[in-house]
């Protein structure tokens, strides 16, 4: 099934927003952790260093239910993979 062209935007730690299509994987704190092996502490960083942008889901005056676009994920890999050196 081909993806939805529709847009809406979310935005990064800096307030600058992006655009999303609606067949974006949106992942969770702790999902996010497990696929990078790293802690949830460390997931946060990254959002409040703006690698990583969030959808806040939060309704009313429940706490926060952010998710991470898995483009966000894939884009921090890409950026973090370092080149092997020649030998």
């Known amino acids: 099934m081909p993806c939805a062209v529709t847009a809406w935007a979310s935005s990064d730690a800096q307030g600058e927003a992006k655009d999303l299509t609606m067949c974006e994987t949106l992942l969770s704190v702790p999902r996010v ?22 959808v806040d889901l939060r309704t009313g005056n ?20 370092a080149a092997s050196p020649r030998r």
């Open 62 to 81: 429940e706490r926060s239910r952010v998710r991470i676009p898995s483009r966000d994920v894939h884009e921090l890999v890409r950026r973090r993979t």
């Open 33 to 54: 952790a497990q696929i990078l092996d790293i802690s949830r502490r460390s997931v946060y960083r990254y959002i409040s260093s703006g690698e990583l942008s969030v």
